[in-house]
């Protein structure tokens, strides 16, 4: 049986929940608009601890667990999934990745920055002939005297631009070898470390999506993530978080597309009486409810699993899998409920709708995690 505690869960998704309708709301579709990153908003999410959930107090973070995390994207993506992607990213992508593999100093360093809200984290795997093919990454990292000299590309980088700091997985071994792929800590202002193309992006638009270039770029073998040839291991440990974070990053986009759904549908009136009572709109509100709430059971388990150390690659696949395309099922059916005002920006659903597609991209694609799903089964 899963347990948590309960009341300290709901305090935290309160404390979020009030964030996002205070400093969020009234600013989402001004920030959708101009795909306007709003950067000190971090810094806010940062006192509250929002933006070092998973970690230790030690290191500035909260001392949180996946339950908790969970609670917080969900609420914050109810609002706006532009910001809860991004408090998603910088928390699992980043910020854990050097929590799990980095050294002590190096956790010393970072781990406050960003779990303050100071420094904004990027990850940097994706490149742009390489998205779920990773082994054929073009991006090189080659060993001189006691520096690597980093040369390629990566896009599709969620705070490409304005990261303070980014973990960037190159290759330093032969092409398709998973341990020929290294991690590596890059700070803004490296040397041959630049930003590129912002994406224009049809949803998730206050959401930064960058290229990043490095051109010769040099750094010391201290900024190694644990040892060489490690980089593509650790990277499919933390994409297991990272689906869990996606997860509930789609939930929070269905249930915010839902609970629009519904108040439109008790509000509407047509033939004398609201829409609601139409045996078509009352059965789809319900198959609605109904796969948010299978998704968040799965999203709770995979979060509980991860939580307590357990192996929680093939639920937090499932998660992600289910969970990102009831978004996108309960975004479209909210669209369709409000009828030619859901099609206006007038409304909210429209924008749940644009975020919604996104979730069965980022991450690992719904396909793949097909293919993480059926390769666990196998070896189950």
Aim: hydrophobic residues 40%; proline residues 3%; glycine residues 10%.
């Amino acid at each position: 049986m899963l347990t948590t505690n309960t009341e300290n869960i709901e305090l935290i998704r309160q404390s979020a929940r009030d964030f996002a309708q205070t400093h969020i709301r009234p600013h989402l579709m001004e920030w959708d608009e101009d795909q306007h990153f709003p950067r000190p908003l971090f810094s806010k999410l940062g006192e509250l601890g929002f933006m070092g959930v998973l970690v230790p107090e030690a290191f500035g973070g909260s001392g949180l667990s996946y339950p908790e995390y969970i609670a917080i994207i969900d609420e914050i993506a109810q609002v706006c999934g532009s910001i809860g992607l991004s408090v998603a990213a910088h928390n699992s992508l980043c910020t854990n990745h050097i929590l799990e593999f980095g050294t002590l100093q190096q956790k010393q360093h970072y781990l406050p920055l960003l779990a303050s809200g100071q420094w904004i984290g990027a990850w940097a795997l994706t490149e742009p002939n390489t998205g779920s093919d990773a082994g054929r990454m073009q991006c090189v990292a080659e060993r001189d005297g006691d520096d690597y000299v980093i040369n390629g590309s990566k896009n599709f980088i969620t705070h490409g631009q304005s990261g303070d700091v980014v973990v960037v997985i190159a290759r330093t071994g032969k092409l398709l070898d998973s341990r020929g792929m290294t991690a590596f800590i890059v700070e803004k202002g490296t040397p041959g470390f630049t930003s590129g193309k912002k994406e224009n992006k049809l949803g998730m638009r206050a959401s930064e999506t960058a290229e990043l270039i490095f051109d010769q770029c040099r750094v010391s073998k201290d900024q190694i993530l644990g040892e060489e040839g490690e980089g593509f291991i650790q990277a499919m440990k933390i994409l297991d978080g990272g689906r869990i974070s996606i997860a509930a990053l789609s939930l929070g986009i269905a249930k915010g597309a839902f609970q629009a759904a519904r108040a439109y549908a008790q509000e509407r009136q047509q033939f004398g009486k609201p829409i609601s009572q139409f045996q078509a709109i009352s059965f789809k509100l319900a198959e609605m409810a109904t796969q948010i709430e299978a998704a968040a059971l799965m999203t709770q388990k995979a979060g509980y699993l991860k939580s307590q150390g357990g192996k929680a690659t093939q639920i937090a696949a499932m998660a992600k899998y289910y969970a990102s395309e009831t978004a996108v099922s309960v975004a479209n059916d909210a669209v369709q409920i409000f009828g030619g005002y859901g099609y206006t920006k007038d409304f909210p659903v429209e924008k749940y709708y644009r975020d919604a597609k996104l979730c069965t991209i980022g991450e690992g694609t719904s396909e793949i995690q097909k293919l993480v799903i059926a390769k666990n089964l196998m070896q189950g």
